[in-house]
């Protein structure tokens, strides 16, 4: 799936499970068989977490998008690119009608927030279908985030991101690809025009709820924009 993902998982799995692994001489295992036995098991711990999320009163994550944004996470967690224990989770796959970003602390398993959320006006109307790393495409770009600094700018409190996949969204810098608020980004706007609105490419969120998010995900934690069109097998290696 990711970078050198085989190897990571493993070291996953020995850090998260009860114990090490323990073959005695005796035991001779055949490489494919330990990989779907880590693989299986990794899914295993994946679920574990899904289902004691708390949801309060938000709806769950679907399970695909949840497993790939946490199997991204750990990697990530792992090798230093982000260090909070926040993930948030935006599933283009749904319609921009309902509420499709989640932040969620995975330290107490807890979804903290779900909202509205935009995509790129070239990425489609109602649904995201298109997706670029180009400038001046105004299409959204998949993958994993690191979130960066505040700043204030003409949406107010923005936050910048680091797109962490060579290709896929590493140009979000130099796109000025960030999470701020957007008036468009409402109920009242869906009501008017039967979709939500679009940005220039950027995830952006309600006004009301801007500040807080913002500040929520701040400073090295870990944002996952999923489309189910994305090849897990053969995506671009994350990058620091």
Not at 35 to 42: D, H, R, Y
């Amino acid at each position: 799936m990711l970078y050198k993902i085989f190897p990571s998982l493993l070291f996953l799995l020995m850090t998260y499970s009860s114990g090490p692994f323990n073959f005695s001489n005796s035991e001779k295992i055949a490489p494919t068989k330990i990989a779907s036995v880590a693989k299986s098991s990794f899914d295993m711990k994946v679920e574990l977490v899904y289902n004691s999320l708390q949801a309060n009163e938000f709806t769950l994550p679907n399970l695909e998008s949840f497993t790939q944004a946490l199997k991204g996470f750990y990697l990530l967690k792992e090798k230093g690119l982000v260090q909070k224990d926040i993930l948030t989770l935006v599933d283009f796959s749904l319609s921009s009608n309902v509420k499709r970003l989640w932040v969620i602390d995975l330290a107490t398993n807890t979804i903290l927030l779900q909202s509205l959320v935009a995509h790129g006006r070239n990425t489609g109307e109602e649904f995201a279908s298109k997706f670029s790393n180009s400038p001046q495409s105004f299409e959204s770009s998949l993958g994993f985030y690191a979130t960066g600094e505040v700043y204030k700018g003409k949406h107010g409190l923005s936050l910048k991101l680091d797109g962490l996949e060579k290709g896929i969204n590493d140009h979000a810098r130099e796109r000025a690809v960030v999470v701020h608020g957007a008036d468009y980004v409402s109920e009242s706007f869906i009501r008017g025009n039967k979709r939500l609105g679009r940005s220039q490419g950027c995830p952006a969120i309600p006004e009301a709820l801007a500040n807080t998010i913002i500040n929520l995900i701040k400073d090295k934690s870990c944002l996952f924009i999923y489309h189910p069109s994305m090849n897990f097998e053969n995506t671009a290696k994350l990058i620091s």
